[in-house]
Each structure stands twice: as structure tokens, then as C-alpha cells.
């Protein structure tokens, strides 16, 4: 299947090989995502032949972006709540920032 062909002309099912193809997965690697049902397929046909509907493939690709997106924010938000490091001393928001003189006293 090439960029150039409409998704309207490809029909509502898809092979394995095509599907591999849009993923730029090797066919094994397809054949992997629908063995274990991460990808939704039937089987066709005497032989057992794999298809894929065109749009549970294309829901499949959102729902991979969208999990890329979550886990980048929370491998963002995993990191704000890692306190500064300064001079050897952990800094924390309500603490204030310069030692204490030799005559002040911490409450």
C-alpha cells in the first residue's frame, strides 16, 4: 500500500502486510500486536487469514500518541517534585535559602 493511495481505495479491512506497512512494523511484529490483542483483528476465510478494520487501526495510532503524550507528562511532573540541590544542601520552598548566622536561632 502506498502513501499516494487514498484510505477510501484501500476498503475497510486491511492485511497484515498492509498494516505492517503503515506502522513500519515488520510483518511479525503485526502479527504480534494482534496475537496478543493489542491491536484488534479477525480471522478470515478458510485458511485464517488476519484482517485488521482500517478504522480500530487508526484508533490504534491516537491511542498510542495519546499514551506517548501522557507519559511524557508524567515523566515531566516526576521531575518538579524532586527538590534542588544546592551547595550540598537540599533546598525545600519553605525553607529559607541562607545559613543561619552563628547567633540566629531556627524556630
Known amino acids: 500500500m502506498s502513501d499516494s493511495v487514498s484510505s477510501a ?3 475497510r479491512f486491511l492485511t497484515l502486510a498492509d498494516t505492517a506497512q503503515i ?3 515488520s510483518l511479525a511484529a503485526a502479527r504480534d500486536l494482534v496475537r ?3 491491536l484488534p483483528a479477525i480471522r478470515i476465510g478458510a485458511a485464517g487469514a488476519w484482517r ?3 478504522v480500530l487501526l487508526e484508533s490504534y495510532i491516537e491511542a498510542k500518541y495519546e499514551e506517548a503524550r501522557r507519559l511524557s507528562l508524567w515523566e515531566q511532573s516526576d521531575f ?3 527538590p534542588e540541590l544546592s551547595a550540598g544542601r537540599i533546598l525545600r520552598p519553605d525553607e529559607p535559602t541562607d545559613p543561619p548566622a552563628a547567633d540566629d536561632t531556627w524556630a
Open 36 to 38: 496478543t490483542g493489542e
Open 23 to 25: 506502522l513500519n512494523l
Open 52 to 54: 485488521v478494520e482500517r
Open 9 to 11: 481505495s484501500v476498503g
Open 80 to 82: 518538579a517534585n524532586i
